[in-house]
């Protein structure tokens, strides 16, 4: 079991369709990250946020809007996505942001547009 | 692309038999870290070693770093089957935030 929570687990959409994706973790940790990652291939960072706000958005489309509620939650709301959007979405979460700490992983959703 | 390289892409052992990945990264870093991902999950991190370090163990793990030529490797000994994953190497960076930059990874195959 990791200790970053990932829902769902697989989503299946079509390209009208609006929905989000979810992450929590509770070990206080103040940044977060959304990745993307293709099959066989190392994530991408999309965005990275701080404290609660956003600090880095890796020039990732708008139909990608991110959100983080509070310390614990982090949304990634989906609209009008494409086919090549399909791929595996992890969330991740750090101590303490710039700092020598490892990121900690969720299991990610796993992602299909129709 | 500020994404490291990494080899071999692929490597298939016997059980019992040590396993080495290599990883070579772009820019000065404050951190070089490995994580593994087992088919479908997520990532696990499994070391990291700061950029004053040269050699750290855990366990089976044995990770070296040379600025210098900016590598890193990852020494896994004494094999087991659950060990089959993709490796990843990644970098963080020097200044700036958290972020951290991936190798393009390493699938290692252990046969039982």
């Known amino acids: 079991d990791t200790e970053v929570t990932q829902t769902p687990k697989h989503l299946v959409m079509g390209m009208t369709n609006k929905k989000s994706l979810k992450c929590e973790q509770h070990?206080?940790?103040?940044?977060m990250y959304w990745y993307k990652q293709k099959a066989k291939k190392p994530p991408e960072l999309m965005f990275v946020?701080?404290?609660?706000?956003?600090?880095i958005n890796e020039s990732v489309p708008s139909r990608f809007s991110p959100e983080c509620p509070n310390s614990s939650l982090l949304n990634l709301h989906l609209h009008a996505l494409q086919p090549e959007d399909s791929a595996l979405y992890l969330c991740?979460?750090?101590?303490?942001?710039?700092?020598?700490?490892?990121?900690?992983f969720g299991d990610g959703t796993r992602l299909s547009i129709l | 692309s500020q994404q490291g390289e990494e080899d071999p892409q692929a490597l298939s052992i016997q059980e019992g038999e040590n396993a080495t990945m290599n990883c070579s990264y772009k820019?000065?870093?404050?951190?070089l870290q490995w994580y593994r991902q087992n088919s479908g999950r997520g990532l696990v991190h499994l070391i990291l070693i700061r950029s004053n370090e040269r050699e750290k163990h855990s366990g089976r793990l044995r990770v070296t770093l040379d600025t210098s030529k900016k590598s890193s490797s990852l020494l896994i000994t004494a094999s087991r089957a659950a060990d089959t994953a993709s490796y990843f190497c990644?970098?963080?960076?020097?200044?700036?935030?958290?972020?951290?930059?991936f190798g393009t990874g390493t699938r290692l195959t252990v046969i039982p």
């Open positions: 946020y701080s404290y609660e706000k956003l600090s």
């Open positions: 990644a970098s963080q960076r020097q200044t700036g935030a958290n972020n951290l930059f």
């Open positions: 070990m206080g940790h103040r940044a």
């Open positions: 991740a979460s750090s101590q303490v942001p710039g700092s020598n700490q490892p990121q900690h």
């Open positions: 820019t000065s870093i404050n951190n």
